[in-house]
């Protein structure tokens, strides 16, 4: 029977997840303005978005590391507290590269936080015995709709300094409340993650090589993720001649679909188990993608969007949590490095992929890559588990 403050330690981490995913939808619907600030090609623009997803690679596997010595609740409250900062940085540059230079250190943040919540969640989710990892990174998808909604809503009235200043100061706000409530209570230790192998702190040989296969799931997902945020309203712009509220509810659809399909997560998972969850999801992902990507209307991309949005809503989840259950923060971290090693990936590939033939022709690139990961779901069925 979990303890009575499970449920406000539920709450404090589920508004972290929220937080996050809303200061990151509001910085990606203002790349299209700052791709105009910094006269940035295509190609220059993915190298500087490079650097959001470099820093966030560089620091998880530190991340992991801080979060054993001191504990996965205090490097949320201070990891956040910095991505709060630096969202406020990107618009005050004026070419790529130093563009790139201000995105390494938001990455930075980014990843930290990210490492350091979801191994909260791992260990909430642990002492519940509940399939509740999706619900966290439903708060997260949450937050990236309304973030992307409301950006979208202040586009024509704010300047992208107004907007992201005024989400530094909301971030820094909640980080201040939910951070007080996250840090009084102590991460949750199960009895069994206390005995036995998996208390070793790589997760064993083994179960280390579940953990990468984990990764490699969450690669092809986060790859999908972060061209859809990086690149998903630039495609609707100026592919489609989208005006930029419709280009900015790009990323905003996308988002809602993740919610939804994470929202029923929880359910999903218990009636078909991780490994049929993955195959399911990077199908139905591959699919949509090539609809979003090679539509000749921006309703009929929007429609594609959200369709990727529900095949990739839990692939990522299923990943971290079984990572994180298998080799704890050291788990999480491999498994997020590996993800956001997509995200490195995916900006500057598409960008130069779309110099060479066009941005629709290097979006279909999202639709390969969950592909793959519904092979590993069916090779690796066994590996993934129930």
Known sequence: MPG??????????TAFFALDGFLFAGWVVRIPDIKLQTHASAGALGLALLGVSAGAV???TLTGRLCRRYGSHPVTVVCMAVLSLSVALPPLTHSAPVLGAVLLLFGAAY???????????????????RPIMPSFHAAFSLGGMVGAGLGGLVAGALSPTRHLLALTVFGLLVTAVAGRALLRHEPPVPPERTHGPAAAPDGGPGRRGVVVVLGL??????????AMADWGALHLQQDLSASPGTAAAGYACFALAMTVGR???TALLARLGRARTVIAGGTVAAAGMLLGALAPSA??????????GL??????????????????PSGVAVAST???GGMLLGPPAIGFMADWFSLPTALTSVAALAAVAAVIGVSTRRALGR
Do not use: K, Q
């Open 338 to 340: 590996l993800g956001y």
């Open 299 to 308: 309703w009929a991309a929007l429609a594609g969007f959200a369709v990727t």
């Open 311 to 328: 095949g990739l809503a839990n692939l990522f989840p299923v990943a971290v949590e079984r990572a994180g259950a298998l080799a704890g």
């Open 111 to 129: 990843g930290g936080v990210n490492v350091a919540f979801n191994s909260a969640a791992v260990d909430l989710v642990a002492a519940l015995r």
């Open 58 to 60: 560089l620091t998880m």
């Open 217 to 226: 799931v969450a690669l092809c997902t986060a790859y999908g993720e972060g």
């Open 4 to 13: 009575p403050g499970l449920g406000a330690l539920r709450a404090a981490i």
């Open 263 to 265: 929202l029923t997560g």
